[in-house]
């Protein structure tokens, strides 16, 4: 089954269009529905065929006939400088040119899938130095009109003699134009004094934090937690798989902190982002039911902790259903308003007002969208930027005549 994806390039002015109409789209609640947008925002909702005429001549219309339509998802967790490199021969190679190729090629097919908002993960410091968050940061400008591409600054380490470059690096990459201040503490020799150090420098610049860890010890969690509880701009952890591996009573503790603390976990249904060896996935369904925010992520695309990984969140909210038991409202939840959210996006619901931040997904309930999730239609800021063609053939056969089932694509294979 061939999969067709376009991309259409950004308009020069980086301006939406004016209006357009989504015709005959099925909502979660089964309405269908015209669905008017204008503005970056969405304008109105009504029945199927009530908005055709009071649109206007100029309104791009789009047919949504068999498709279900529901807010975009994001993606909460990337690492843009590391995607598709899992082909490569040897130590992974920063020059700045390719790792902008393969970060466009990653945020774009990321897009595809439906994902109109990124943050990307990005190392700073050691031999990377800041070329590659440069090369990011250039990808966010060219996408600009296709997606929001943030970036979260990672240094290596922040304490000791060893770790004043990477403090000094990660004051820069701030006024670089990263926007978030992030890291792995468990890397560091003194873990509690790592985070420390960021949450200090995101406290002086007003920007929120996106922490590594496998939140393997609970009393270093704790620790966290109760650091974290005070910076306004919030602060997220991921994807703490390890807390799934200890006993109940404190992983349940630990939960109660972290709800505490306002923090955000960012689960990767879809395998680890550190290790080939660590495919641990938090434990969703204890983190919820303590009342912490859960997001799940894509982690790697392709690179070697996850030689396979898709980057797609529909792949994430089916694994997180079929897998971890939540009920396919709440796995795409996860991919979609929770990681808006993490991602401190404004929230997105197929009604009048809210950002035109839309996906349209062939099929007619969730549950079946989530197992079969193949033509896609992509809204951002209120126009289509990627569509996802998908076709399906067979060879002619008497027993499939007989029974006329459903078929896409024009006849049969000879």
């Known amino acids: 089954m061939p999969d067709r994806q376009q991309q259409p390039p950004p308009s020069s002015s980086g301006q939406t269009d004016t209006s357009a109409l989504l015709c005959g789209a099925r909502l979660t609640d089964g309405r269908s529905v015209d669905v008017r947008l204008g503005g970056g925002r969405i304008e109105a909702v009504g029945t199927a065929g009530s908005l055709a005429g009071v649109s206007g001549a100029l309104a791009a219309k789009v047919d949504l006939d068999g498709y279900l339509l529901l807010p975009a998802p994001a993606e909460a967790h990337a ?5 598709l490199t899992a082909d490569g021969d040897g130590p992974l190679a920063y020059d700045d ?5 393969r970060a466009t090629e ?10 109109t908002a990124l943050r990307s993960h990005v190392r700073v410091g050691d031999v990377q130095g800041l070329d590659a968050l440069a090369a990011v940061l250039q990808v966010r400008r060219s996408l600009r009109g296709l997606a929001e591409l943030t970036t979260v600054a990672m240094p290596r380490l922040l304490t000791g003699a060893a770790g004043a470059d990477g403090l000094a690096m990660l004051r820069d990459a701030l ?25 200090e420098l995101a406290s ?6 996106d922490l590594h860890t496998d939140a393997a010890d609970p009393a270093r969690l704790a620790r966290l937690a109760a650091m974290a509880g005070g910076l306004r701009q919030g602060v997220t952890l991921g994807p703490c798989g390890g807390l799934g591996g200890l006993p109940t009573e404190v992983a349940s503790r630990a939960a109660d902190q972290l709800a505490a603390a306002d923090v955000t976990v960012v689960c990767l249904p879809q395998g680890g982002c550190g290790s080939a060896d660590v495919r641990a996935t938090a434990p969703v369904r204890l983190l919820r039911s303590a009342g912490v925010r859960v997001a799940a992520g894509s982690g790697a695309l392709r690179d070697v902790s996850n030689p396979v990984g898709r980057g797609d969140p529909l792949e994430a909210a089916y694994l997180l259903a079929s897998l971890h038991g939540l009920r396919p409202e709440d796995a795409y939840e996860a991919v979609s308003c929770a990681a808006r959210a993490a991602l401190g996006l404004p929230e997105v619901r197929v009604e009048a007002g809210f950002p035109a931040e839309l996906l349209a997904v062939r099929g007619e309930r969730l549950d079946g969208v989530l197992s079969l999730a193949y033509s896609r239609i992509v809204v951002h800021r209120g126009r ?10 067979y060879c002619n056969s008497a027993s499939a005549s007989g029974l006329d089932l459903p078929r896409q694509g024009r006849g049969g294979l000879s």
Request: charged share 20%; glycine share 12%.
């Open 204 to 209: 002086e610049h007003g920007c929120p934090v």
């Open 106 to 115: 990653a945020a774009l097919l990321q897009l595809g899938h439906g994902a």
């Open 384 to 393: 289509v930027v990627a569509r996802t063609s998908a076709v399906r053939e």
């Open 175 to 199: 006024k670089m134009g990263a926007s978030v201040v992030g890291g792995c503490p468990d890397a560091d020799p003194d873990p509690t004094g790592y985070v420390e150090a960021v949450l």
């Open 97 to 101: 040119q390719e790792i902008q190729r």
């Open 79 to 83: 690492h843009s400088d590391t995607a």
